[in-house]
């Protein structure tokens, strides 16, 4: 009878999670989120979502099970980054030996003014961070790109390289080893653009199976029409070429859904897209919310299109 009560114990448990998970998965208004796997923990690294001004500051999340989520506040801020005064945005991160690396962007850098691209280190995921550099990583307007919503990926020769741009241009570089600057492509540029139609911010990157998977957002991230599309290649430097799009707006379920990252379970294989949508009636630009929902390829390796749900 022991035996059978728990069976039951169990099932029940089973169900009551799969019914206890929902969108968005964390409260509060955020964007621009970073998911990723440490050991047997999952983590959302995101942009708190508010009026630039406002935006000085980083919370993360974390989770055993991506049902319950623990909140981590203000894990980095403008006390630590004496060179960022506001509208710090779009993490991006990274385990390198016992180190954790926090990519970010700051102060909505215009030409001739002082922001761009920084990194943090830390001992834990959760931090404390503290500048790495004292000074930005990439502050320069190259090709048009903004300097903003870096995303790094580490390629299998172990080479680090990090794709981001604004303004509807995209720059890809590679970084030194211990993150402290770029350093040249073999034909001795510093940046390269990869910029694939459409694109307009977010870029990220992911390999699965010998293939490169670009994707990136497109639309006004104000509006409804936010989405994400992507391109494969056999390179990480490119080409991409548009193929489709992934992620859009459901009129059932949210509107303004991009800025993405995939997190990859490596033990089940399975793939999570975290991204943020916008409510259904909602029209302030960032009355944002952060989402997961599962990603599927085809035969082919083909990204299918991803089902918004609630």
């Not at 169990?10 to 968005?24: D, I, R, T, W």
């Not at 989120?33 to 508010?50: H, L, M, Q, R, V």
Request: hydrophobic content about 35%.
């Amino acid at each position: 009878m022991k035996c059978f009560l728990t069976t039951v114990s169990l099932s029940l448990l089973f169900f009551f999670n799969l019914y206890a998970q929902k969108n968005p998965v964390i409260n509060g208004w955020y964007a621009d989120p970073e998911g990723i796997k440490y050991g047997d923990t999952y983590w959302i690294f995101p942009t708190y979502s508010a009026a630039y001004n406002d935006q000085v500051f980083f919370d993360a999340f974390s989770s055993k099970d991506l049902i319950s989520w623990e909140k981590h506040h203000d894990i980095l801020d403008t006390s630590a980054i004496k060179w960022a005064r506001r509208a710090m945005w779009a993490p991006a991160v990274l385990q390198k030996g016992n180190k954790y690396y926090f990519f970010f962007s700051a102060n909505d850098v215009h030409k001739g003014e002082v922001g761009g691209i920084g990194v943090a280190v830390a001992d834990k995921p959760e931090g404390p961070y503290k500048d790495l550099l004292g000074k930005s990583l990439i502050n320069e307007i190259a090709g048009g790109a903004q300097p903003i919503d870096q995303y790094v990926f580490k390629d299998r020769d172990g080479s680090y390289y990090m794709y981001y741009g604004g303004w509807g241009h995209c720059n890809v570089v590679k970084l030194k080893d211990d993150f402290s600057g770029i350093v040249p492509f073999p034909d001795g540029k510093l940046y390269k653009e990869i910029t694939p139609e459409g694109y307009v911010e977010g870029p990220y990157m992911l390999y699965r199976n010998g293939y490169y998977y670009f994707m990136w957002s497109e639309g006004g991230w104000g509006g409804p029409d936010y989405k994400v599309a992507y391109a494969m290649s056999r390179s990480p430097l490119g080409p991409f070429k548009r193929m489709a799009t992934v992620l859009q707006q459901d009129p059932n379920v949210a509107t303004g859904a991009g800025h993405h990252s995939v997190i990859h379970s490596v033990n089940d294989d399975k793939y999570y897209m975290v991204y943020h949508r916008r409510p259904l009636g909602e029209t302030s630009a960032n009355h944002r919310v952060v989402c997961v929902d599962q990603m599927h390829f085809d035969k082919e390796g083909h990204i299918l299109p991803v089902k918004m749900t609630k």
